[in-house]
């Protein structure tokens, strides 16, 4: 009895581990991603570096306005990432305080999920909006707006779905497990 309290202590103890050391890595690669993005989203929509964006012509002019609507269709995307985070942390702290499989838990997996596929979802969209907004001024005429996708981003997308299943499954088991207690 006292070898199965001690194990159960020994499991409880590395799950605990296992969360702060997952909501380390996920805090330090989302600060290194918002360091990198942030200056990158300010350097290309407000200086010269806009025209290596591949869709504005030499001679196309680009106004303060259009600047500022990119910056802040960009920043849209940045603050659904970070809900994704926000979510991320919560489960991590639901772990950490003991909750392991509970409504918390399961509702901070299920929105995790939710806003990654939001971000990424956005993220495949924004070029449909982003091409014609720069190239409106164009020479040649206004460039039409195209879906952009990579592997990644159907990936993140993928990954998001299976963390709402998962929510999902485990909220569907916590429903049945207090059906069964409620006959016994």
């Not at 012509?57 to 259009?66: F, K, M, S, Y």
């Amino acid at each position: 009895m006292l070898n199965s309290v001690k194990a159960f202590h020994q499991t409880e103890r590395r799950i605990r581990a296992g969360a702060i050391v997952l909501g380390i890595i996920v805090t330090l690669i989302t600060m290194r991603w918002f360091y990198y993005c942030q200056n990158g989203i300010f350097q290309y929509a407000f200086t010269d570096r806009i025209m290596e964006t591949g869709v504005i012509e030499d001679l196309a002019t680009i106004t303060n306005v259009r600047r500022g609507i990119y910056f802040s269709l960009l920043e849209i995307g940045a603050l659904f990432a970070l809900c994704a985070y926000f979510y991320a942390m919560k489960w991590c702290f639901a772990v950490l305080r003991g909750y392991y499989i509970d409504r918390i838990s399961t509702r901070s997996i299920q929105q995790m999920g939710v806003w990654i596929m939001i971000t990424m979802l956005y993220h495949i969209s924004l070029p449909q909006v982003i091409r014609p907004l720069l190239s409106w001024h164009n020479l040649s005429g206004m460039k039409s707006g195209m879906f952009y996708y990579t592997s990644t981003e159907l990936y993140l997308m993928a990954m998001g779905f299976a963390f709402v299943v998962v929510g999902w499954v485990f909220t569907k088991a916590l429903d049945l497990k207090s059906e069964n207690e409620s006959f016994v």
